[in-house]
Every structure is written in structure tokens, then in C-alpha cells.
């Protein structure tokens, strides 16, 4: 073999080269890409053997199992808890009603976070890289946003719904008819897709590309990044997530209201009862006011909402603004509103007695050690816990 001499000069031009091309990026509405993946290549043109093509391995890092782990139970726990409401509403006759139709429609939302959204959140945790095509990106992203807006919204719709009944009890079904309730909803749904959808598809929520600045952090993978402009991101954030909860807020104070008025009507009532018929009524004897549990289960919702995805919202505003928002701790944040799609089937069994009774009777289809109902209600423990009956 013949020596080829080659001088310093050429060797560091050759490897600005190879640097140069690492970092050329294309940013596409959501989707950060290198354009030149295969950076290391055969270059004799001076005699200097580079290296072969590089080979993208795909690979899961030690350090991302357990999270896997843990992100997957949470994905089988959000799809199994939506899938359970859902079935339990369509398919018992007494949960069929105008009310509940507002939380079918929060639980469908639900179950779209935990199939569409979450798995290829957690895939890209996981692989640490984005390895899914690169044109499912902004459809991902697209999904992520519209489900988020449809979840509040149908949130606020709940507080509508639950606010006309303890007002008005007598006109709730004049108001809040069938048709009305499917028109609010298509209204919700169609306020999420648009504000999703129609500006990242046609990369309004983002006019000018990310420079190479804002993506030093990036490695030589594939990154799916929603990056948003500073006006799109308190638009979207006013719009979608900040009026409707002022509206569950304030809706659900103006409930607790009535409910603390309802129950000193009780109060008060079962007192004159005691000195008129000279009976020793307690609460036992009066039937808790419906009042009382719509307020409790709509405050644990709208309070749940609040406490999971607010930090991320401050953080994705705060990210637009200045960057400064560590990574693991923005993504931190949106698996933390994710666990909101986890948190709402487990409130409706613990605070609607219809729900729960739906629930036990599942357990008790499923579960073989339940032989009989007669032996499940006799377990003293399981009653306590699962009571069939008031």
C-alpha cells in the first residue's frame, strides 16, 4: 500500500466539515431533525479514512427502564379506569343520563390521552429519541393539544351542567335537555380542534423556525419538540385552558355556596321537627342533600385539573418566553397532567354511589372469589369500603 501524506490543515478542514454538518438542523412545525444523519463517511478525497456510515441503533438506555416501567402502568391503569366508565355508562340504563353525558365525553377524552398521547410519549422517554416517523410528529402534537383543551372544556362543561342543577333543579330539564348538551359538547370538541390542529398543521403556533440556538441541547437524534411562539402560547393557554377554568372556579364556588345554604336549611328544619313533633332527630334520619355530593365531586374534579396541569402550563408559557426551563422538569410536568387522565375514573367510584355500585358489580363478574353477591356483601371489610346500598 502506498503512503499518502496528508498536512494538518487538511485534517482539521475535514472535521469542520464533519462538524458542520452534526450540527445542521431542519425544524419542520414540530419535528427536529439532522439533515445529515449519516455524518461519518468514507472520505479518501485526501487519503483519510473517516469512518463507515453511522449506524442508528436503536436502543433503550439502562437508566430508562424503570421509568418505562412505571410510565407503562400508568398507561394501563389511565386506558383500563376510561374503558371501565365508559362501559358502565353506556351500558347501565340508570347512568344513561343528559349529566352524565358530559363525563363520557371527559372519560373519551381521557382514554385518547392514554392511547394516542401517552404510549408515544412514553416510547420517546424510553428510547430517548424519536423513532416513530418523522410525519407522525405533528399529528402527535396536534392530538396532545386538542385532547388537553377537550379535557378542561368538558371540565367547564361538568361545572355548567352541575351548577344549573343544584340552582335550578326544578328548569334542569328544560334547560339542559339532550340536544342541548350534544350541541355544547360538538361546541367543545370543535373549539380543541381548531385551536390545535389548524395552527400547528400549518405551522402558525410557530411562524419562524427555531434557530440552531434553541436546539444546543439536542443530540444527534431525532427530537419531537413542540416549540411555540410566545403569542400562540398565551393565546392557546387564555383560550382553551385559562377562561375555562376561571369558569369552573367560579362556578363551584357559587355551588359551595348554595350547598352550605342547603345544609343549614337541614340543620334547621330537622331542629323545628324536634320541638314541633318532639322527636330527637339527628342527620342520620335525613338523607344527606344531593347538593352536597355534586359540590364534593365537582370540586375534586376541577381541584384535580388545577393541581396537575397548572405547573405545566406556567412552565410552558415560562419556556416561550425566556427558555430557561430545565428538561426534566418540563417533561416532569407533562406527565403529571397526563396523571389527570388517570386520577378521573377513580373519583367518580369514591364520591357517585352509581358509579361505585357499577364498579362492584364488575369486581364481582371478574373477580372468581366472589362466588356470590351474598357472600360479597357479607365480607365486613368489602362493605365497609364498597357499600351496594345506603
Known sequence: MGETNISLPEIKGTLLNITTEIQNVTCKNSMCVFENQNYLSNDNSHGLNIGTEAAVKTVIPSENIGTGCVLFFIITMTIVGNVVVLVAVTSNKKLRTVSNMFILSLSLADLFVGTIVMIPAAINEIFGEWILHHSFCSIWVSFDVMLTSASVLNVCLISIDRYISIMTPLRYKTIITHRRALYMLLAAWGIAIFSSFVPIISGLHNPSLPTLKNLTLISNKPQCLFIVSVPYAFTASTVTILIPIIIALVLYYRVSKEAK???????????????????????????????????????????????????????????????????????????????????????????????????????????????TLKHFQESPRMCKQFPLSK
Not at 280 to 299: C, D, I, Q, W, Y
Not at 321 to 339: I, S
Not at 343 to 358: A, E, S
Open 261 to 371: 345554604r342547603q345544609a343549614l336549611f337541614v340543620g334547621t328544619l330537622m331542629v323545628t321537627s324536634n320541638v314541633l313533633l318532639g322527636k330527637n332527630m339527628t342527620s342520620k334520619h335525613v338523607r344527606e342533600p344531593f347538593t352536597h355530593k355534586a359540590t364534593v365531586t365537582l370540586g375534586i374534579i376541577v381541584v384535580a385539573y388545577v393541581v396537575t396541569w397548572a405547573p405545566f402550563f406556567i412552565t410552558n408559557i415560562t419556556e416561550s418566553v425566556c427558555e430557561c426551563v430545565p428538561v426534566k422538569v418540563f417533561v416532569a410536568f407533562v406527565w403529571l397532567g397526563y396523571c389527570n387522565s388517570l386520577i378521573n375514573p377513580i373519583i367518580y367510584p369514591l364520591f357517585m354511589r352509581d358509579f361505585r355500585k357499577v364498579y362492584v358489580k364488575a369486581i364481582y363478574r371478574c373477580c372468581p372469589y366472589f362466588k
